[in-house]
């Protein structure tokens, strides 16, 4: 096989923006930012591309020292950012797209590029330089309107669990709780007469809750204030721990064999 074949065969040439070795520090810098540059509208993190040392070794040519090198160099000037996930074994690479297009403009106008009274005079760096500004201008709207979408969307998502999270009537089947008990008993209020109240209320004025347990706990607890409110707070002999619970096994028991008979 000849050697022209078998260059055929490694696969195709890497381009690279050649006016930018000066302005960047370097050929080297220029490949490796070039490469970082052509991946930036395709990474699908706000973190940046992700690449490997491999991955850029196989796509620029550029060892790990001159990858080093390189980045090293892109970083001093602040066009590149760094982010090294140790956890992940993730390094992601962002091009700042504003701080590039300052030192762009810096290099341009240290060498006469720029000319308020005549047209430049290296219309490649020109058009290099407004093409970058279209990719980044594009880039960030693409990350905005990404951003804004999710927001929009949770907002609608959180809309519609809201409305599903409707109160409903009184159920058929519902009834005090031993929780209730101990409300009716810490209030000194009797719990079937609340109870009957409670029930011919709501069932009158169509009250519809999400709770209904909490619901007439509050009545409970309402009711208990209004009657101490009233001065009709007949003061009871104190109850231990031991009565009290047996007072409501007690009421347990009448409601039991009241449900079964």
Not at 31 to 48: E, I
């Amino acid at each position: 096989m000849k050697v022209t074949e078998l260059i055929y065969l490694i696969g195709k040439p890497n381009a690279y923006y050649s006016k930018l070795a000066k302005p960047l520090g370097g050929v080297s810098v220029a490949v490796l930012f070039s490469q970082l540059f052509y991946w930036q509208d395709k990474a699908t993190s706000h973190l940046g591309v992700y690449k490997t040392r491999d991955e850029l070794e196989e796509e620029t040519g550029l060892t790990h020292n001159e990858q080093r090198t390189a980045i090293k160099k892109l970083c001093e000037k602040g066009i590149l950012i760094v982010t090294e996930k140790r956890l992940e074994h993730r390094t992601f690479y962002k091009i700042d797209n504003e701080k590039l297009n300052q030192v762009l403009l810096d290099f341009a106008k240290s060498n006469n590029y720029l000319s308020r009274s005549s047209q430049s005079h290296h219309p490649e760096l020109d058009k290099i330089a407004s093409e970058m500004i279209r990719k980044s201008s594009s880039l960030d709207q693409e990350i905005t309107t990404k951003t804004t979408t999710e927001i929009t969307t949770d907002i609608v998502i959180n809309k519609q669990t809201q409305k599903t999270k409707r109160g409903c009537q009184l159920p058929e089947d519902f009834r005090p709780n031993t929780h209730h008990l101990e409300i009716a008993l810490t209030e000194n209020v009797d719990l079937e007469m609340e109870f009957t109240k409670f029930k011919d209320y709501c069932l009158a004025n169509g009250k519809k809750y999400l709770d209904w347990c909490a619901a007439f706990n509050n009545w409970l607890r309402n009711a208990g204030r209004y009657k101490k409110s009233n001065n009709q707070f007949i003061p009871t002999k104190f109850m231990t721990l031991a009565e009290r619970n047996k007072a409501i096994l007690e009421s347990m028991r009448s409601n039991y064999d009241k449900n079964n008979r």
